[in-house]
């Protein structure tokens, strides 16, 4: 089997799930959590070197205040056992998004994690949190407008690789292919930019359902497909 470099995805369907189980949304958020920690370790075994998931969106702050509760304690757990998942898969984590919208104790654990995982290179796990891509671009934009004032870049030499220093995404190759979970066929301002040439795989599999099959399953679809970028089919 031919593993994709970077797989990325859209953590969808934990309400849903749960609502199918006669459970609050709640117990779909701590299951999508617990898997996504499986998840890591699959990703590992199967010899994916990126991973980048969409885990609270810049629009997900529209939830109930009660939700939003929520996720931000799994937050809290999350990032705090993530130190332990990290040493495990030799994973180097990094938020992607605009992290100051959290409590201070968020962005302090964020740092913590970063910070102790910056040297394993086996998988590179990003995970978006307060992440849209057109904040994302935007905030690039404001830097590199800013640099090119103070004159450290000039503007008839920025090309697209300059740009992408820019990006939260800065360093890390493009996905080859991005799953959805849950249905939904949309890419919600998912990483707008870095999905260009990328692989596109929906699945009705709700997040916490998604497992191993599941993700040899898409591999193997991506797998079958033929990877173009524009040029012309190569006879077979
Ligand atoms: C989508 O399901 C899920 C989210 C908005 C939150 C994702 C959160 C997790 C997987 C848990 C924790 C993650 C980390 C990084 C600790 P949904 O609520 O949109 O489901 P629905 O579409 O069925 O309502």
Known sequence: ???????????????????????????GHVKGCQNLEVICDDMKELGVKYLTVYAFSTENWKRSQDEIKVLMNLFRGYLKKCIKISERNKMRVKIIGDISAFDPDIQKKIRELEEFSKDYTELHFQIALNYGSRDEILRGIRKLVQDAADGKVLPEKIDEQIFENYLDTAGIPDPDLL????????????????????????????WPAFHKPELIEAIETYNARDRRYGGVKEES
């Open 1 to 27: 089997m031919n593993v994709p470099n970077h797989i990325a995805i859209i953590l969808d369907g934990n309400g849903r799930w749960a609502k199918a189980q006669g459970k609050p949304r709640s117990y």
């Open 179 to 206: 799953i959805r979970t849950s249905g939904e066929q949309r890419l919600s301002n998912y990483l707008l930019w870095q999905l260009a040439y990328t692989e596109f795989y929906f699945t009705d599999v709700p």
